[in-house]
């Protein structure tokens, strides 16, 4: 079955039928929006979705603290990362940001340092909220994190 095929079956279905099944995709959607927002996952951009108060101000405020990854390997940058994120929330940062580069000067043109960066970010009990700045701030080579207040360094971080 290629498109033509599928266009045209999609166009001979009656609206209602459509209809339908787009109510029940969008009921299906928000049922797990409500459990995303309950259980305090990430969506697929890294920002939390809780019922917690507003980031907002913490959003627009400029990053405290800044890591420039430029020049590091990925196994440098994965250690450097645990430890600026366990430093900044040991000295009480609210709001920092890691430049990773967009990989440009890659061998293979590929972000190795953002998907390190990612990964690092999405596993630590330091980051309540990330993403990426306005192009003017570092825009998709560079990514904005908010920390968790309280935490405690668990032992053996990024080792």
Known sequence: MDFKDILEQWESTPDGKKAADDSRFSHMV???EEGLKQSGHRDRTGSYRTG???????KSMRPQAELDLHGVTGNEARVLVNDFL???VGNHLQKVRIVHGRGLHSP???AVLKDVVTEVLESSPYVRAYGNPPPAEGGTGAVWIILQRGKTEPSGVGR
């Open 86 to 88: 366990s430093e900044s």
């Open 108 to 110: 293979d043109g590929k």
């Open 30 to 32: 928000r049922e797990k």
């Open 52 to 58: 917690r108060a507003s980031l907002g101000p913490l």
